[in-house]
T-cell receptor
């Protein structure tokens, strides 16, 4: 079983749609959870951290379910500029800043 | 101002050659990393240095040798390049090594290595 699993997509959605991505992780000792965004042929960039209580940043909402080892990202009112690959990231074995990345979910927002 | 920079951006070379990739960060961070992203876009950590000390060394062939001359620089030397080494190599840095839940890693633009 992969340490971090995501549906690779692509998710093709019209502008203005709401889209949700899910991710599961295998290491129950993981303490830190993130969503990173990677544009085509660019480096990954932090989109948001994910907290147990859930957190929101504008159109983006992240949720964490520790019992189910499940992380989600909800994007409301999708924009063309949201088109990218969204990487689910957890800190893996060894803790600290040793991050384990999922393979990413590709989002394409269309007119 | 570029926070994490890498050179070169593209590297095309023949099998068997030795090559180096350089990374520099001007963020004043203590910790630096090398990641490899393969053709399937899977991003995997290779090495991490904290204050010039090696703290992560994943299962990487010993043809790969990182070097950190100071905490702002982390270079990667690769000996006897193989076809399977073709990938994008990303350098990253973070402020500290620890369990800070919000310690962001900042990535460089990547070096696209093609081995022919």
């Amino acid at each position: 079983r992969k340490e971090v699993e995501q549906d690779p997509g692509p998710f093709n959605v019209p502008e203005g749609a709401t889209v949700a991505f899910n991710c599961t992780y295998s290491n129950s000792a993981s303490q830190s959870f993130f969503w990173y965004r990677q544009d085509c042929r660019k480096e990954p960039k932090l989109l948001m951290s994910v907290y147990s209580s859930g957190n929101e940043d504008g159109r983006f909402t992240a949720q964490l379910n520790r019992a189910s080892q499940y992380i989600s990202l909800l994007i409301r009112d999708s924009k063309l500029s949201d088109s990218a690959t969204y990487l689910c990231v957890v800190n893996g074995e060894g803790g600290g800043n040793k991050l384990t990345f999922g393979t990413g979910t590709q989002l394409k927002v269309e007119l | 101002d570029t926070a994490v920079s890498q050179t070169p951006k593209y590297l095309v070379t023949q099998m068997g050659n030795d090559k180096s990739i350089k990374c520099e960060q001007n963020l004043g961070h203590d910790t630096m990393y090398w990641y490899k992203q393969d053709s399937k876009k899977f991003l995997k950590i290779m090495f991490s240095y904290n204050n010039k000390e090696l703290i992560i060394n994943e299962t990487v062939p010993n043809r790969f040798s990182p070097k950190s001359p100071d905490k702002a620089h982390l270079n990667l030397h690769i000996n006897s390049l193989e076809l399977g080494d073709s990938a994008v190599y990303f350098c990253a840095s973070s402020q500290v090594w620890g369990v800070a839940p919000t310690d962001t890693q900042y990535f460089g633009p990547g070096t696209r290595l093609t081995v022919l």
